[in-house]
């Protein structure tokens, strides 16, 4: 637990005086604001407010509103206190505001520190949305604590591509689930009055030349499976930001986009709020506000520094084309209207209303990293762990039996929390998972530990033919003495990342010979799989008994792990996305990355289980799957009711569901929907409903899910319309997308 005092100085440093001095000229042009004025009515209606407050502002003011103001600030107006949204980086914690990666990782920086949660790909194993509303939240009271008002978060982007650099941070491959989870983060932050940036808007699924891209999308592709978890924060979030997306979809930049911005975003959707740029993302003045543009960031002096930082220019960072001055000029020559601004700025001003910050700043104070916040953190790396073979019942782990471990691989010994870029966040202090091991094992176990291999580009001592040969050695000795072998391996921050794609699903630096030689001398060896990309483990999968997927787990990763390990929680995660054999099964094999800057989405809906499922491509670990230390039997699923909302019907299915082994657990049980008879291709069953529930040993419960017609429909592109074809369909329950155990037909007539 800390006091955050220090953060202060560094926040009010932050705040840019160019708005202000930009502003002082305009300020004798406006007419003074009575206390009185009705925008500073809380009591009245937010939409009368603001209108209230632009009709007071001069033209220069509003377009001043347009660009942000620092790296992580908007731009006040102090003449009618307005106030500058202050942000921060999320989504798995409260990152350091003080300016880029290149900054932030200065040594001369201060150290900023907040709980680091885990990884966005983990919470969504963890198939738990009241878990991740309760995360939101606790991030959201980071956020404040530390004097920001905005956490640039979720991140729900779908994980398209298995060498994705950012696969880390999403929900995982499927619309339904990114929706649930999505919306649960964007509520637990703004209960809070914190507001959040559902990210990035649409289609950002790939690091790889993410400046230049064009991605070739068909519009069912994009309904289906690219825009639902937006299209949910919208309408059932009432998100309070949208951040676009770097990348070109079909032809425009993200940014400039006014089919994605306006057609789809505020017109089909109803979005009210505002959308921000992503960092440095703009690439010209009238084209981005009349797409639908509300707020370019970043701004001021920070902007301009970066833009001419060689990686900037190399990769293709654009921005400043927001700025006043570039907007005024745009009005003058009739390219933009004052209506259009109006609308702009309407949608700022709702927001800093609707999050109270009008009348209250989030001054910095109070505390982070508590107690609490840590359990919740510790809570979701648990539940997000998946157990993925388990031969032999190796673990979990009996304390009784077992007097000795050896914790070998380049992932054991230090805490990788997160993947690289702008969501790693500082923790105070994080568990590796040698050190969750050791706590756990106590006196009476000894807990020997070995490198075995030095991670790739970590530290140059270990890269010689010399060096590796003696890091193997020390860590087959060690497995060969102990009564059980602990391998973990995978990935850090600085090989997986935003700003680039992994190159290969392989893992690096010679871990699967690190395991294939730690499994020949100790033949019961549990590998721990800690990445955020899926990995090829062909070389060794056949003779390892135990295999545990850990993802980044943030900074209890390492306690959460030795919790599973030991027995002491029940594993309950299960994938968010299929783990293909190679990387040449998945579906956006062929077309990934493109030639030219163009890439086109070929798979079209065929994305993740879709694909795999259908086209009877067999993954390594499919959609869905995980174990657990106990079974679960499912049985008697029957349509419970259809029930009618107005004129719309419900159907409720029940399912009962059995824990029929020894210890209490929690099971994922999911419903998908299989239509045999649209006029459509359509995948073998998709996703619409799962719960997750605890049992106890013997104990036996009704589980309840409720389909809407949205549960049967497809997005139609010749009518641009979702569709639902009468007839008969087949609810599926399963434990997995392969692993269906229970089948009825339902007959819809509308
Ligand atoms: C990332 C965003 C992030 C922003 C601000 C961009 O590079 O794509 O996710 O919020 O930087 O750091």
């Not at 200065?106 to 949660?117: D, E, L, R, V």
């Not at 630096?509 to 483990?537: F, S, Y």
């Not at 997750?692 to 592109?717: D, H």
């Amino acid at each position: 637990m800390k006091l955050c005092s220090l953060r202060i100085c560094i926040a009010l440093l932050s705040l840019s005086s160019a708005t202000v001095t930009r502003l002082s000229s305009q300020q004798t042009a406006a007419s003074a604001v009575p206390d009185d004025a009705p925008y500073k009515n809380t009591s009245l209606p937010v939409d009368q407010r603001v209108a209230d407050l632009l009709r007071r502002m001069t033209l220069e003011e509003k377009a001043t509103m347009l660009a942000g103001s620092a790296w992580m600030e908007s731009a006040p107006i102090p003449r009618l206190s307005i106030p500058a949204i202050k942000m921060a980086d999320g989504p798995m914690g409260v990152r350091s505001w003080l300016g880029s990666s290149a900054i932030t990782n200065a040594a001369n920086t201060p150290k900023i520190t907040s709980t680091s949660f885990p990884s966005g790909v983990a919470m969504a194993a963890t198939w738990n949305p009241e878990l991740v509303q309760r995360e939101g939240q606790a991030i959201a009271q980071e956020t404040k604590a530390l004097g920001r008002d905005m956490i640039l978060g979720p991140t729900v982007n779908i994980n398209r591509v298995p060498l994705w650099g950012r696969n880390f941070e999403g929900y995982g491959e499927d619309p339904f689930l990114s929706a649930r989870l999505g919306v649960a983060y964007i509520k637990g932050v703004q209960a809070e009055g914190v507001i959040p940036s559902v990210k990035h808007f649409a289609a950002n699924n790939e690091e790889f030349e993410r400046h230049r891209l064009d991605e070739k999308i068909d519009e069912r592709a994009l309904h289906e499976i690219y825009l639902p978890a937006f299209k949910a924060a919208v309408q059932e979030a009432d998100v309070w930001t949208v951040m676009s997306a770097y990348q070109k979809v079909n032809g425009k930049y993200c940014a400039e986009n006014p089919y994605l911005l306006t057609d789809i975003l505020k017109k089909e959707f109803g979005f009210k709020n505002f959308v921000v740029s992503d960092w440095a993302s703009t690439y010209s003045t009238a084209p981005t506000v009349n797409a639908g543009m509300d707020l370019e960031m970043p701004g001021g002096p920070p902007l301009h520094a970066m833009l001419t930082r060689p990686q900037s220019i190399m990769s293709g960072n654009s921005g400043g084309w927001l700025e006043a001055d570039k907007v005024l000029a745009e009005v003058k020559a009739d390219h933009i209207t004052e209506a259009t601004i109006n609308d702009n700025v309407s949608r700022i001003l709702r927001v800093i209303m609707l999050s109270g910050l009008m009348e209250h700043a989030h001054n910095p104070g109070g505390e982070v990293d508590t107690p609490e916040r840590q359990k919740i953190a510790l809570e979701g790396a648990i539940e997000g762990i998946v157990l993925l073979k388990n031969q032999n019942a190796l673990l979990p782990l009996d304390p009784a039996k077992i007097h000795s471990i050896a914790v070998i691989g380049p992932n054991a010994l230090v805490a990788r929390t997160g993947g690289g870029g702008s969501s790693l966040v500082r923790p105070d202090h994080a568990a590796s998972p040698l050190e969750g091991i050791t706590k756990r094992a106590g006196s009476a176990i000894q807990v020997t530990s070995a490198l075995g291999v030095g991670m790739e580009g970590e530290d140059a001592t270990h890269d010689t033919a010399e060096a590796r040969a003696n890091d193997l050695k020390q860590a087959t000795d060690i497995a060969s003495k102990a009564d059980v072998a602990i391998v973990v391996v995978g990935r850090y921050n600085k090989n997986e990342s935003e700003g680039f794609d992994v190159k290969t699903m392989d893992l690096p630096a010679g871990q699967d010979e690190l395991i294939q030689a730690v499994e020949k001398a100790n033949p019961r060896t549990v590998v721990v799989l800690n990445t955020g990309d899926p990995v090829t483990m062909r070389k060794w999968l056949d003779s390892t008994p135990a295999l545990v997927d850990m993802w980044y787990g943030g900074q209890e990763g390492g306690n959460a792990l030795a919790a599973i390990l030991f027995g002491d929680a029940n594993p309950s995660g299960k994938l968010p996305v299929s783990l293909p054999k190679k990387f040449e099964d998945s579906p956006a094999a062929k077309t990934y990355p493109g030639q030219n800057l163009h890439t086109e989405y070929a798979e079209g809906i065929y994305v993740g289980y879709r694909y795999y499922d259908t086209k009877n491509v067999e993954p390594e670990f499919p959609f869905g799957f995980g174990l657990s230390y106990t079974q679960f039997e499912y049985s008697d699923l029957k349509l419970a009711r259809i029930e009618f909302a107005g004129k719309n019907p419900t159907w409720q299915f029940a399912v009962k569901v059995r824990n029929t082994g020894q210890r209490a657990g929690a099971e994922v049980v999911q419903l998908y929907v299989h239509d045999g008879h649209s006029k459509i291709d359509r995948p073998v069953h998709e996703l619409k409903a799962f719960h997750r529930i605890e049992l106890n040993p013997g104990e036996s419960k009704t589980v309840e899910f409720t389909l809407n017609n949205s549960a049967f429909q497809y997005w139609n592109p010749s009518t641009k319309q979702w569709t639902l074809d009468p007839g008969t369909f087949e609810i599926q329950i399963g434990a997995s997308s392969r692993d269906i155990r229970l089948k009825a037909p339902v007959q819809i007539k509308r």
